[in-house]
């Protein structure tokens, strides 16, 4: 799954070069150059990491920290030429997740970010989700029915996790688009209809009692698994 990345940075080309090297390493980038147009980011729930600069144009990365950790629920790190013990005590008390001093070499980013990301996973997110004898385990994007391995994309994989996280509610078309595509709905695109449409044959063709796909029309979608049981057989 692609993993989305939050930059804050008004150095254009190391933005630039930050972009292009997480972009070939599956990442997705959204870069704004100041705090204040961070913060203005209306899809904040689909952003994993934020990565911010701590000397920028109105408001500072230290300023900023306390307010960007209570609008975006993920690691926060400071990627700044600030390079005093001082400042990373301070950086690291106010509530980063890490400490990186510029300049630093790519491969060590990424390093860095995919170890605050499992930190943060192994803290607060499942990694695997479990309906009945339907389970799903996103550390290795595998799903599993009764134990045994059914065959899914990784696009495929994507949206069923979405789905099963919120199993029996209505899912609209918006937030999908937004988790997938990652960036607001413009009420015209059709890619997440082809997604769920696609996905909802391959579940047809699994042809598993109670597994379904249900479009709820002017809402979006809701996603149902119950397996029928003797139980559920008239007495």
């Not at 899809?43 to 950790?69: R, Y």
């Not at 698994?225 to 057989?233: F, G, I, N, R, S």
């Amino acid at each position: 799954m692609t993993i989305k990345i939050l930059l804050i940075e008004d150095d254009l080309p190391l933005a630039n070069l930050i972009i292009t090297y997480l972009e070939l390493h599956e990442m997705s980038v959204i870069h704004y150059e100041s705090a204040e147009l961070a913060l203005s980011l209306k899809t904040k729930s689909n952003i994993e990491l934020i990565i911010c600069d701590i000397m920028l144009p109105g408001l500072d990365g230290f300023s900023v920290a306390p307010e960007l950790s209570n609008q975006f629920e993920c690691p926060l790190i400071f990627l700044t030429a600030l390079d005093t013990h001082e400042d990373q005590i301070k950086g690291l008390e106010i509530g980063a997740s890490d400490y990186i001093v510029k300049p630093v070499v790519p491969p060590l980013l990424l390093a860095r970010i995919k170890a605050n990301l499992r930190k943060h996973h192994h803290l607060g997110t499942p990694t695997q989700l479990n309906l009945s004898d339907l389970k799903l385990d996103l550390s290795t994007q595998q799903v599993y029915l009764a134990n045994t391995a059914l065959e899914f994309t990784t696009q495929e994989f994507q949206l069923l996790w979405i789905f099963a996280q919120q199993a029996g509610s209505i899912i609209s078309r918006e937030y999908l688009f937004e988790q997938l595509v990652n960036r607001e709905y413009n009420g015209l695109d059709r890619a997440v209809d082809l997604k769920v449409c696609r996905l909802r044959k391959k579940l047809d063709d699994l042809s598993i009692p109670g597994l379904m796909i249900k479009t709820v029309h002017g809402k979006g979608y809701l996603f149902h698994y119950q397996p029928h049981t003797h139980l559920d057989k008239p007495l």
